[in-house]
């Protein structure tokens, strides 16, 4: 990853202030994983995984790991008292209905539109698409939580995405290490610029045309 | 053991179980993100020095866990998956040619897999239209909604990790190790399963088994998970 550790947990804290109680939420592989060690005390969510889990919690304790207790991306976690085990298709199942209130994933890039491409960098990496489809696709509400530039400091919230698609118009909010941009039909919003930052330097850090209300807030 | 539990008794060796995967075999996985990967079987198939072979399940794990030591020792040729991310070396050998890697999104892998299992000739989602993934698939509308083909998975012989199975083969599995485990199971023509103990029939709860007993071929007793995990190697990162 290219963000150092403490900008990766700023990107994750930020995102936990968008749970809701009662939501059940869907974490993808990277800086998604770590917010559910952000989750506010006074809210009450579910979270789900693809491998088969409904209700786990924070990281675990070191040396309190259970190998056979692992979110998606192959991380120790913890066990809500709500909790419940089945197999991939029933973890799909419950995705592909509907009942996923909302999905922070991962991204290579996100469009204006909130088209994402999060699963092949043509010609160098090809990662694969794991649950992103079907979460991207079926959630009710999908938050892209990423680094603002990619590794090569190229932007990532282009005009148009030109990496192949995961899904078209998913998208309804961009947290990053620079700033929170709702997608509208209107176009990309800035909502939220972090305190290091200033609105213009998160015009230059994006392709997409950004419209900047006369007030933004700050994280 | 009675008669009838003998009779009925599908416990093997490792030796025994070898003898189903050579060079060439299409061979189906259970585990996901290395957890649920058969450790015994794994090591196994490396000493055995089977190559050329075909895999289907859900990932590649990590360069040394689970059945990510496979593709890490070139002994893999091609792979049905959703996701190589976490093995560079999968995503290494793709990019040199020498492993073919097929994608499925994750939610569709496990229900093909599933398809299969349920002798089924395959399913319709909507999952990936309008992306690369419907590239080359048949399309078809039912009740005014448009949906992809996709086609059910079979395998010659899959290796699974139970928690545990009596003699029978009937299956429980172990918190999130389950995932991919029971549609494997059924999907292939030899079910080899390694369990983390073997107990008598009758021990376990016919209201908790999660695979009955049909679907398994081969029981054979699991030494334990033998490599260190990610986390575990990156702790302090």
């Given at each position: 990853m290219g963000l150092g550790r403490e900008k990766r947990h700023l990107v994750a804290s930020r995102a936990a202030r968008e749970l809701k109680t009662g939501m059940i939420v869907n974490l993808g592989i990277g800086i998604p994983t770590l917010v559910a060690d952000y989750v506010p005390p006074d809210i009450h969510v579910v979270f789900q995984a693809e491998n088969g889990i409904l209700g786990y919690g924070p990281t675990p304790r070191e040396g309190e790991e259970d190998p056979f207790l692992c979110n998606a991306g192959g991380l120790p976690v913890t066990l809500s008292k709500e909790a419940s085990y089945f197999d991939s298709t029933v973890a799909f199942g419950m995705i592909r209905r509907g009942l996923l209130d909302l999905t922070i994933l991962g991204a290579l890039q996100v469009s204006e539109e909130g088209d994402l491409a999060n699963w092949i960098v043509p010609g160098k990496r090809v990662p694969g698409m794991g649950g992103a489809i079907e979460l991207a696709q079926k959630a009710r509400r999908v938050i892209v939580a990423t680094e603002h530039l990619a590794r090569?400091?190229?932007p990532k919230i282009l005009r148009a995405c030109t990496f192949p698609l995961t899904?078209?118009?998913s998208v309804q909010l961009i947290i990053t290490d620079m700033a929170v941009i709702q997608v509208t039909e209107q176009?990309?919003?800035?909502?939220?610029?972090?305190?290091?930052?200033?609105?213009g330097d998160v015009v230059q850090a994006t392709e997409a045309r950004l419209i900047i209300p006369p007030h933004v807030e700050r994280f | 053991m009675n008669e009838r539990e003998k009779a009925l008794s599908k416990v093997s060796t490792l030796e025994e179980a070898l003898k189903y995967i050579n060079d060439g075999t299409v061979l189906m996985f259970g585990g996901f993100g290395g957890i649920g990967n058969p450790p015994t079987l794994v090591e196994g198939i490396l000493q055995k020095g089977v190559k050329n072979l075909f895999l289907i399940g859900n990932d590649t794990g990590f360069p040394r866990v689970g059945i990510g030591r496979l593709v890490t020792a070139?002994?893999?040729k091609k792979i049905i998956t959703s996701h190589i991310g976490s093995n560079p070396v999968a995503g290494e050998q793709m990019h040199r040619g020498e492993l073919d890697v097929e994608f499925s999104p994750q939610g569709t892998l496990a229900e093909r897999i599933r398809a299969g299992g349920m002798g089924l000739g395959g399913f319709l989602t909507d999952v990936g239209i309008g992306t690369m993934v419907e590239e080359g698939k048949q399309k078809i509308v039912s009740l005014g909604k448009e949906y992809l083909l996709e086609t059910a998975l079979t395998a010659e012989v899959a290796i699974i990790h139970a928690d545990r199975a009596d003699t029978f083969g009937n299956l429980t599995y172990i918190r999130s190790a389950r995932n991919f485990n029971p549609l494997v199971a059924m999907?292939?023509?030899?079910?080899?399963?390694?369990?983390?103990?073997i107990v008598p029939l009758g021990t376990l709860d016919p209201e908790v088994i999660v695979t009955p007993g049909v679907y398994v071929d081969l029981v054979i007793p699991s030494g334990g998970v033998n490599w260190k995990w990610a986390w575990e190697e990156k702790k302090g990162t």
């Amino acid at each position: 990853m290219g963000l150092g550790r403490e900008k990766r947990h700023l990107v994750a804290s930020r995102a936990a202030r968008e749970l809701k109680t009662g939501m059940i939420v869907n974490l993808g592989i990277g800086i998604p994983t770590l917010v559910a060690d952000y989750v506010p005390p006074d809210i009450h969510v579910v979270f789900q995984a693809e491998n088969g889990i409904l209700g786990y919690g924070p990281t675990p304790r070191e040396g309190e790991e259970d190998p056979f207790l692992c979110n998606a991306g192959g991380l120790p976690v913890t066990l809500s008292k709500e909790a419940s085990y089945f197999d991939s298709t029933v973890a799909f199942g419950m995705i592909r209905r509907g009942l996923l209130d909302l999905t922070i994933l991962g991204a290579l890039q996100v469009s204006e539109e909130g088209d994402l491409a999060n699963w092949i960098v043509p010609g160098k990496r090809v990662p694969g698409m794991g649950g992103a489809i079907e979460l991207a696709q079926k959630a009710r509400r999908v938050i892209v939580a990423t680094e603002h530039l990619a590794r090569d400091g190229r932007p990532k919230i282009l005009r148009a995405c030109t990496f192949p698609l995961t899904t078209r118009k998913s998208v309804q909010l961009i947290i990053t290490d620079m700033a929170v941009i709702q997608v509208t039909e209107q176009g990309l919003v800035l909502q939220e610029v972090a305190k290091e930052y200033e609105p213009g330097d998160v015009v230059q850090a994006t392709e997409a045309r950004l419209i900047i209300p006369p007030h933004v807030e700050r994280f | 053991m009675n008669e009838r539990e003998k009779a009925l008794s599908k416990v093997s060796t490792l030796e025994e179980a070898l003898k189903y995967i050579n060079d060439g075999t299409v061979l189906m996985f259970g585990g996901f993100g290395g957890i649920g990967n058969p450790p015994t079987l794994v090591e196994g198939i490396l000493q055995k020095g089977v190559k050329n072979l075909f895999l289907i399940g859900n990932d590649t794990g990590f360069p040394r866990v689970g059945i990510g030591r496979l593709v890490t020792a070139g002994r893999v040729k091609k792979i049905i998956t959703s996701h190589i991310g976490s093995n560079p070396v999968a995503g290494e050998q793709m990019h040199r040619g020498e492993l073919d890697v097929e994608f499925s999104p994750q939610g569709t892998l496990a229900e093909r897999i599933r398809a299969g299992g349920m002798g089924l000739g395959g399913f319709l989602t909507d999952v990936g239209i309008g992306t690369m993934v419907e590239e080359g698939k048949q399309k078809i509308v039912s009740l005014g909604k448009e949906y992809l083909l996709e086609t059910a998975l079979t395998a010659e012989v899959a290796i699974i990790h139970a928690d545990r199975a009596d003699t029978f083969g009937n299956l429980t599995y172990i918190r999130s190790a389950r995932n991919f485990n029971p549609l494997v199971a059924m999907a292939a023509d030899i079910t080899i399963v390694e369990a983390d103990e073997i107990v008598p029939l009758g021990t376990l709860d016919p209201e908790v088994i999660v695979t009955p007993g049909v679907y398994v071929d081969l029981v054979i007793p699991s030494g334990g998970v033998n490599w260190k995990w990610a986390w575990e190697e990156k702790k302090g990162t």
